[in-house]
């Protein structure tokens, strides 16, 4: 409807352009991605592909992906060789190089997989076509060479092919389109708007040109015709600049997407022949941050909360497209983000484009990450590529912040190496050079860097940007929750004048984990609630933070990442496969407050195990004053939630209970319907498998068998359990197991395991993994691989029920190390008891899981 209003009213301010329209050689583009041909450079088959396209879907299988040359070909007929025309190919993004021919002839070079470059193909295009472009994802001039991410390759963005009239805007100015919108003034009364234009001449003779700007409202009244006459010499390309004042200006702000549509035009001042055309939205919004009192916009101060985001989604890796960019916006929107960090490098034009669209204010930033490296040529293209990605998104009115580094001292040599006074200046250097070009290219946004947990970054004047993001996370890698309220603290004591922002803080979880006592890095649903539960309240109620991007809008892919889902980073809000985590429904409770929000929190734990007597927390998160449970149809009572949410502990039947919240925003009737399965214990006697997570406080449901692990206990007589040891856990992964998180956790130098059963004949089966040959983990870990010692090429004698079954024994014979081994052993209980006994020859003996059936 709104559309349609909007279309009329711009129809009709055309109206006197339509006789005008008919004499046009306007610019065409249409997308070349279909009908490719691929190989890698390691095989000789060509492949039909299209592109958006990755090659490195291996990145879900394997950590090794493949890094190296991959060809892309493409062969089209033109009806006809265009007369009095130019010709360009542009290519959105290529990952991390690319070289291209065209009909066998060199037309250029392009380093940076995260933006677009574009080629005038005019002097080699034909009628049959050929093009030809080689990418390559493993240079190590261009960024990223270390991060927590996969350096996906491939053509994995748009190939458009466009045409021209001989005059035209510039198109070869780092993949810009060569129109620069500026807002350099805004307030209530007034804005001021700057437009730049590029206009090239390839024709052969000078031109009189006139360069159009059709400002239209946002209710697509026009507002404003701007003319300019510029004579252009043949094969030059001129800059001109107009400036013009907005009245009354309709703000830009992320809870009213105002925006403004300029429509600019070329021409031939004589035959009124439009030459060339290009739209743009632009917004008006001031903003500033400040150490004391945070972030302001338009006015007004102003909580920026926010995601990062990283763009793969499986099963197609970053290949994705349009609508799927567009997507995650309004997801993000939908949670009640007023901000995004576009991490950790520049994204698809429809995402940036939806966050004007859709009123998300932005950072974006180039991958410079983890260390400098001493590399020729690295500075230079991390120059062309922040550049590039100035001048692709300057017009973006939802861009506050330019950012270029990211924890870039994580695996520098710290200061107490020899290596460290050189590789120091090198990244100060480096930061001065990027700091000055970003200014230079835009003087209206801020500069931003994102530090990890060391003052260092201060000390050796990182803090050169205007904003220092922090990337904290107390209570995951390091330390307890509470450190990152007194970092922040300790921070602003220091340096009250510094704005800051929480540019990470997160922590992983899998669905399959559960506990009732969450710890750091047991990856339990419940861990990462208690995390964000702690930090949020924090950085809304202090002044001084300008806002959060919480760590990560997604779980996405690492191919190098191990810990419970290996190859996956599991800190997302939601799954890789963008279904919301419960945790996503905390952030919505606190962030929207123009939408009652009520959501009972066991989506991602639906089903448990346990007695119908004994009490299960049920959580909701939720905004609302009061909620009632309905369980059944039965009332549980009413709860006044603190901080969004609120647990209660519930009695459940076995098998499926139907639960329902409910409460009232102002007079408006809210609820949220689940259903819930309890499951009983295993009863022996009946057949079930008691299956027991050894060595952990997590329940662990397997996703293939749906069978749960119980989490460990000490022996009491009467039931089962440890007898002595200690409970250990791992980050590496385990291999030949779909269930890993089950052999990373373990308890050793247990002198038993004991269940107190009827007699008969039994199933036992014993899990276990040996780990002490811990694969390197990456540097965000920080160390935090293994809890405590590894265990070893342990070797030891395992007697159940009195029978020896296995004799100086070890998980790692063969070199079988970080493997799962699950040996099954049929014995007779004749004593009501199965007990397992351990005996050590060598190390520690070790066992991370046991099941029990009787036959
Ligand atoms: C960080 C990095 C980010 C990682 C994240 C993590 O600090 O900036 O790239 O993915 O930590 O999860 O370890
Ligand atoms: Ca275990």
Partial sequence: MKIMTRLKTKLSALLPFIGLLCAQAQRDMKTINDGWFFRKASTENWQPVNVPHTYNLDAYSQRNYYMGKAFYQKSFVLPEV??????????DAASKAADLTLNGQKIGSHAGGYSAFTFDITPYIQKNNTIEITVDNSRKDITPISADFTFWGGIYRDVWLITTSEQHFNLLNHGSDGIFISTPHVDEKEATIEIRSEITNDATEKATLEVIHQIYDPQGKLQQTLKQLLSVKAGETQTVRKTSAIEQPQLWSPESPRLYEIVTTLRNPKTGMELDRSTHKTGFRWFSFDGEKGFNLNGKPYKLRGVNRHQDQAPVGVALDDEAHRRDIRLIKEMGCNFIRIAHYPQDDALVEACDEMGLLAWEEIPI??????????DDNCE????????QHYNHPSIIAWGYMNEILLTAPGPDRPEWPACRERTVKLAQRLEKILKQEDPYRASVMAFNMTNLYNEIGLDLVDVSGWNLYHGW??????????????????YPKRPTIISEWGAGSDRRLHSRHP???????????????????????????????????IDFNVAARQESMPRVNNKGLFYNDRTPKDVSYYFKAMWRKDTPVLHIASRDWPVRTGDKNEKHPVKIYTNLDEVELIINGKSIGKQRPANCHTVFNVTLPYGISTLKAQGDKNGQMVEDVMVLRLNAMPDLAKGDELAINVGSDCTFTSDVSGLTWLPDQPYSKGSWGYIEGKARSTTSEIENTTDGPLYQTWRENLRAYQIDAPSGTYEVELLMADVSRSRPQLANLLGRGHDGQAIADSRFNI???????????????????????????????????IDVLFETLKGKCHLAGIKIRKL
């Fill in 799 to 833: 007697t159940i029920c009195g029978r020896r079954v296995e004799t100086d024994f070890s998980p790692a014979d063969g070199g079988h190390y970080r493997q799962a081994s699950r040996r099954r052993y049929i014995i007779q209980n004749k004593e009501n008891k």
């Fill in 369 to 378: 990450i983890n260390i400098v490296p001493d590399t020729p040529g690295y």
């Fill in 477 to 494: 890698y390091v330390g307890q929750l509470n450190d990152f309220n007194r970092w922040m603290e300790n921070q602003h004591a220091r």
């Fill in 384 to 391: 062309t590529n922040l550049t590039e990605m100035i001048r």
């Fill in 82 to 91: 265009p007369q009095g025309k130019r010709c360009f190919l542009k290519i």
């Fill in 519 to 553: 710890k750091a890095f047991d990856f339990s649903i419940e861990y990462q609630q208690t995390y964000v539960e702690h930090y949020l309240p924090f950085i809304e109620g202090t002044e001084y933070i300008s806002g959060c991007t919480y760590w990560n809008f």
